[in-house]
Every structure is written in C-alpha cells, then in structure tokens.
C-alpha cells in the first residue's frame, strides 16, 4: 500500500505521519529538505524530486500553501503531470481558489489524470490526530477511491460537489473563522477596558449562545498572548483574498469579510504575518494600548 505525500509543513507533516502509522508506505517530497528529514524519522519514505514520488505511487496527496505552489507541483517543470498517467489520482488538499482547482483538473483530465481538492479544517490539533474536517470537490467515483485516505486523516469527510465545490466551502469557512475572531477579540477587549475579569467572562459565555470552537481555541492563546502560528495570519490573507475574488467574480457583497482583511493587513505590515491568525485581537490592542493576556 503506497501513497505519496508533496507538502510537509505544520499540516502535511502530521498527515503524512498518520498514513504512515496506519501502515502505508508513505513517499514524501518537500522543496525543504529538512521537512522531508524530519517526516523521515517517523516511518516516511523520503524522495528527492517529485519524479521519484510519481515513480513509486499512483495516489499523491498535495499539502501546499496556495494555488500557485499547486500548479506548480502538479503542472510545472518536474511536475506530477510530467511524469503521470492515466492510473495517476491527485487528491489536493491544499486551500486554494476554487477557480485554480478547476483549471488545474481540466488541465490534467486531457493527460486522463483525476484530480479532487479536498481542503481541510480543523489547524494542527486534528492535523495531528486525524480529526480534521475535510471537504471534498470532484466526482463520486473519485471520492470513494480517496476515503480511505479521508478515513486515516479526518474525522469526517463531505463530497460537497464537483471538483472546486471543497475550496468554495472552504472559503465559506475562512470567512467565518475570520469574522469569529474578530468578534472575539473585539469582545474580549471591551470586556478588559470595562474592568472586568477577562478570564472569568470567557469561562461565564463559552457554554453559551456565543461559545464556538473558534472562541475555545483561540480565547485561551489570546489570554495567555501566545501566537506563536497554528494558523499563519499570512496564510487567512491568502484565503481572504481567493474568497473576495470569488466574492467579485460572484457578485456577492462581502462587507464583513472585507473590514478583516484590511485588519489582517495592518497586522501583517506590522511584522506579525507569520503569527497565529488568533493575534488579530492585537490590532485592537494597537488602538487602545490594552492587552487582555493576563
Ligand atoms: P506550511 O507553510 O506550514 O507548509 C507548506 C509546505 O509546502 C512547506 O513545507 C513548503 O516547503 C512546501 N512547499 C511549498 N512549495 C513547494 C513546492 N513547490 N514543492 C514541494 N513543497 C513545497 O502550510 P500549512 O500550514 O501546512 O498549510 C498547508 C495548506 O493547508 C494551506 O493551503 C493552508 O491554508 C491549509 N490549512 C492550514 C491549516 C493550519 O492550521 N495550518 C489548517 C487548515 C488548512
């Protein structure tokens, strides 16, 4: 049972393990060698190139950062394309436009490889336990052929619709984290300049009508102010922009979606790009020189 892994950052490193746990024999390329290194110390096979990983598999996982790094790897110089055929299956699991995943499967149906996106939620906590929430786009044939894998990784997986239909809802879901935190942080700032015990309000409204997955991870880094990325702010204005230019392309009004990104914006200018997406409450605290981390 061999399946290849290209990607191995925060999240493709803990997927690739867990392939790799349950017993495949897990081929894995990253453009850092130490990333390949490192997943090579839990039971991955390392490859040079991303022929060697195309040699050895006909199902490759790609875990990369946006839709650019995916064209790349899959229709580039050296790419999966190049050396694929038509047993070759790509399951993308990359965030990227939904737009980019349909040119790029176009692309790759003409050589007959079947591609899918299959986007992820959930950060590195159910990267690393295989509980992520997976969201699938391509055909029902193709899906089948790749939920043994989602069965490994996830926790739950939904074939949402055709191929681009995973990054669509993806998007959906950027945009809610991203109006969450915010709220968050703009609550819990209120709260801190009010006087109040930021700590006890969290405990007092997490089991209420305003708790969330969102508020139980990001409440307690924000009281402790740790940052340290989990979630790069860079990498939610990467998906806030593949989804205001779906939003322009759509015509749909994204007034809330817009206002963060310009928040993030001020954030990454200000040096905090590769921290956690949760260090949005700082550009509250730039206005008002309040820190609510205790
Ligand atoms: P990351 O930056 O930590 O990892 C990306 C990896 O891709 C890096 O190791 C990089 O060296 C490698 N890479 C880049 N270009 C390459 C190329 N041409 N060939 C081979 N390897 C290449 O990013 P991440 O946090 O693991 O996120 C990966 C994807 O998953 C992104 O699309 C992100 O939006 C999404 N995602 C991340 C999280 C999270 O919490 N980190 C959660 C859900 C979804």
Known sequence: MKVGFIGLGIMGYHMACNLSKSGYQVYVYDIMPEAVKRTEKSGCIGCASIKEVVGQCDDIITMLPNGPHVKSVVLGDGGIAEFGNRGTFIIDMSSIAPEVSREIAERLNQKGIHMMDA?????????????????????????????????????????????????????TNQMIV?????ALSEGLQLAA?????????????????AGSAVMNAKAPMMLEGNYKPGFK????IKDLTNAMETGYATHTPMP????????????????????????????????TGTDVAQ
């Open 119 to 171: 986007p992820v939620s959930g950060g590195e906590p159910k990267a690393a336990d295989g509980t992520l929430a997976i969201m699938a786009g391509g055909s029902r044939e193709d899906f089948e052929r790749a939920s043994k894998y989602f069965d490994i990784l996830g926790a739950s997986a939904i074939l949402v619709g055709n191929v681009g239909s995973g990054n669509t809802c993806k998007l």
């Open 178 to 182: 991203a109006v969450n935190i915010a």
């Open 193 to 209: 300049r009010a006087g109040a015990d930021v700590e006890k309000v969290y405990e007092a409204i997490k089991g209420g009508l």
């Open 256 to 287: 809330l979606t817009a206002q963060i990104m310009q928040m993030f914006q001020v954030l990454k200018a200000d040096g905090c790009g590769q921290e956690d997406h949760g260090a949005l409450i700082k550009y509250y605290q730039k206005l």
């Open 233 to 236: 702010i860079d990498l939610h």
